[in-house]
């Protein structure tokens, strides 16, 4: 699995098809995160803005090779393997680019409550701020391997539905990884810091399932 992740990372840097979602996630991170705004409103919309994101690197990924090189591929280490490789490595991207946004946001956002009156223990903030970022890095990859080959062939509607399905999931009350966002919102006003767990590990739930149907649906239809 190393060296098939290795590949994919190989071909994605290659591809430069990497761009446009960083360059969309750093004009969110220039609107959202600015000097002296609250750490924790911070933190959240880095990683409310990295869902998205994260299902745009899922699609560059699982996309990402041309389709006689994948069928060489998929025959060579089997193309359920191989799938999982391209999502796990649109994963990794996305942790990276979030793991870079806290610290950023860390570094220019005032460590106070949002009326600022109560002050923001930085360590454990950062903490709650990665594990929100893996939140909604893990829901993305979700969105984005349920919303895209195999399991959605047609561009015309695979990449309405995963827009559609990425807003959804930000917004709705049940979804983990507005837990996660929400946390973090919430906590400015108060001034408390809680470490959303629970939403991490719902959310690497629905990612493990979402990615395990996603390649076994690579397998029956290779």
Known sequence: MKALIAYQTELLVRSQRWLPPLLLYVAFLGVGVQWGRPLLDSLGYSA????????????VCVDGEPAAARHCTAAAAGPGRVHLAAVL???????????????YAVAVS?????E??????????AV?????????????????????????????????????????????GGSPAN????????????????????????????????????CRQASRRS
């Open 179 to 214: 837990a996660a966002v929400s946390g973090l919102v919430t906590g400015s006003h108060t001034g408390t810091v809680t470490l959303p767990l629970v939403p991490a590990v719902l959310s690497l739930g629905v990612a493990a399932i979402a990615v395990g149907f996603a």
């Open 116 to 125: 600022g009156h109560v002050p923001i223990p930085v360590p454990r903030a």
């Open 128 to 172: 709650a701020g990665l594990l929100a970022i893996a939140a909604c890095a893990l829901f993305g990859t979700a969105v984005g391997a349920l919303c895209n080959r195999p399991v959605l062939r047609s561009t015309g509607l695979a990449v309405p539905s995963a827009m559609l399905a990425a807003l959804l999931v930000l917004v709705a």
């Open 110 to 114: 005032d460590p106070s409550s949002s």
């Open 48 to 59: 409310a803005a990295l869902l998205p994101v994260t299902a745009w690197f899922v699609r």
């Open 89 to 103: 490595t649109a994963l990794l991207a996305a942790c990276v680019l979030g793991a870079v946004a806290t610290a």
